[in-house]
Each structure stands twice: as structure tokens, then as C-alpha cells.
């Protein structure tokens, strides 16, 4: 079985070492960087977590379309992941936020975007 794990705004997807990618981008960018998390509903092998992801941008965020500098703003970003369990273990993650929030939250330029 091959893991992996899927951000849904970027259309970036990660397997195997690279997994850890995800958590240390985001942790470089937003050293405080935390999850609030609203609920989590269970139904078979799939399991859904309603949360926040919140942090201050005091580093450099690498994004699909270039990096952004610090900005010492506070994100306060909706999100919602989606695992996909096999054997009680996670066998795919799909994380679904609102990627314009973050970027917006960071005081972007005019002229940044992220792939559509």
C-alpha cells in the first residue's frame, strides 16, 4: 500500500519521506503554527476533522507559485482533512483549506496566485 498525503489547493501530493514535507514548510513558515480542531467524524475507514489551522508568519513560505517573505501577520485558516484508514493505519490524507485565506492573511502582492 502506498501512502500518501494530497493538499487540495495546491494540487501538490506528497508520498512516502516527502509526507514530512507538509508539517516542516508550514512549521519554517509559522514557527507557532497549531491546529484547532472542531469535530472529527468517523463512518468505515474514513475519517473527517473539521479545524483551523492558526499560526504567525515569521518565516519564508514556499508556495506553488514562489515564495512569500515573512510578514509577522496571524492566519487563522479553515480546513478540513479527510484520512483514509487501512489495517489502523493512515493509508491517505487529503487536506482541504482555504488556501486564498492563508495568502491573503499573509499580505500577499497583488499579483501573487496560486494555481486554480
Known sequence: MRRYARDIPSQMEFRGADI????????????????????????????????????????TLITPAGPLAA??????????DVFRMKDGKVAAFHCYNASSIMVSGVCAPPEFSLPA
Open 20 to 59: 514530512a514535507l507538509v508539517a516542516s514548510g508550514m512549521a519554517e513558515a509559522f514557527p507557532d503554527i497549531h491546529r484547532e480542531l472542531f469535530s472529527i467524524d468517523v463512518s468505515g475507514d474514513t475519517v473527517v476533522v473539521e479545524l483551523a489551522i492558526r499560526g504567525t508568519h515569521h518565516g
Open 71 to 80: 510578514s509577522g501577520k496571524v492566519i487563522d485558516v479553515p480546513c478540513c
